[in-house]
């Protein structure tokens, strides 16, 4: 590919609506796996099937074994959605 290659057209606005999805995907699904896997190990979260049932923001996530996550770390915050 030459330094002087013309973009196609549609191109950017592909690459925007790929960065997006990329970003919804990453924040509302990898990103409750990997608290749940911090707290509580990958086997456990592998074979009790656990699940974050809601991410609200500054206050605590609850888990689908009756247990809560609190948010006091400062990396949850931007991991919550809403």
């Known amino acids: ?3 002087n290659a013309e973009l196609r057209r ?7 609506v790929l ?3 990329t ?3 990453a924040t509302n699904v990898v990103s409750p796996y990997l608290v749940l896997i911090h707290h509580y190990g990958w086997t456990r979260v592998y074979h009790d099937h656990l699940r ?5 923001k500054h206050h605590p996530w609850p888990v689908s074994n009756g247990d809560t ?3 006091d770390w400062i990396w949850t915050y931007p991991l919550g959605p809403r």
């Open 10 to 16: 549609g191109e950017i606005l592909l690459q925007m």
């Open 52 to 56: 974050v049932l809601a991410m609200p």
């Open 69 to 71: 996550i609190h948010s």
């Open 19 to 21: 960065a997006l999805g």
């Open 1 to 3: 590919m030459t330094r």
């Open 23 to 25: 970003l919804l995907v």
